[in-house]
């Protein structure tokens, strides 16, 4: 021990216990201390990180005042990938970083939807029939046409999972599939627009910032769940959503002309 350290540890009492740190160098102790504020960075980059690609999509949702280009059943991909890793976290407990995330991912989905509502109303010239979440009608599943039914969809799925969780979290083939649905449910999350921006040819009215934060934070997510030895079915399925991140983004450059069209079209009229 240096002459600084035993100082400090002298003044501290002669009962007194050096701490972990005392028993560092300078140099260990610098390094320590990075490695504990990029492990704090890291944590918040989690919890902040994935909510944050919606955010182009949502402002430019609100700019267009047009909802054509986005799939909803994006917003239920992530709400029911987020409400199934909170039960999962009752039966197979994960780092607090990680739940955290999941709920404020399920409130800026439900942000998305209600400005998606909103502006599919607004579009409206003439007046539709009401389509509900009580009229149990499959035909319009997730083509609601008011905000309150997404939500009391959203509040059964909990309701029942949080059920069959409290009686079958002694059950561990049951925690773990609802694990891994979980983040298979998340990792396809991309395949509703995926398959949007196939059925118009185009990619127009998606959000390609969007995309590209998803790649960025999809790898980012999966570097972190393997350096913190997170359950196998985090990173196996992160591997799997950044590659539908690659093919989103190979469409933006396949349809780039189509979507150019469409965007000249509109501001045409």
Not at 30 to 48: C, H, K, P, R, Y
Not at 90 to 119: D, K, R, W, Y
Not at 196 to 203: G, L
Not at 208 to 218: A, E, P
Request: aromatic share 14%; with cysteine; net charge negative.
């Amino acid at each position: 021990m240096d002459d600084g350290l035993a100082e400090a540890v002298a003044a501290a009492g002669p009962g007194a216990e050096p701490g972990p740190l005392a028993e560092l160098s300078f140099e260990e102790q610098a390094v320590e201390l990075l490695l504990q504020a990029i492990t704090v960075v890291s944590a918040g980059a989690m919890v902040l990180g994935g909510a944050v690609p919606y955010i182009p999509q949502y402002l430019e949702i609100k700019r267009n005042q047009n909802t054509d280009g986005f799939s909803l059943f994006v917003c239920l991909a992530l709400l029911l990938a987020n409400t199934l890793r909170i039960l999962f976290w009752m039966g197979h407990p994960f780092e607090l970083p990680l739940l955290a995330q999941s709920v404020i991912m399920n409130v800026v989905m439900l942000l998305l939807i209600h400005v998606c509502v909103t502006v599919k109303a607004r579009q409206q010239i003439v007046k539709h029939k009401e389509r509900t979440f009580t009229d149990f009608d499959m035909r319009y599943f997730w083509e609601w046409t008011d905000f309150e039914s997404y939500v009391e969809c959203m509040l059964t799925f909990a309701l029942v999972g949080s059920v069959l969780m409290y009686f079958l979290i002694d059950n561990p083939w049951f925690v773990e599939t609802v694990g891994f649905l979980a983040v298979f449910t998340e990792a396809m999350l991309g395949a509703p627009q995926f398959y949007k921006n196939f059925e118009q040819k185009s990619t127009y009215g998606m959000s390609v910032k969007m995309v590209v934060m998803w790649t960025c934070g999809d790898t980012f997510k999966t570097v972190y769940f393997i350096v913190r030895s997170a359950p196998a079915q985090f990173w196996l399925c992160g591997f799997l959503q950044m590659g539908i991140d690659v093919a989103i983004l190979a469409q933006v450059a396949y349809y780039r002309q189509d979507t150019l069209r469409r965007r000249k079209s509109d501001l045409g009229r």
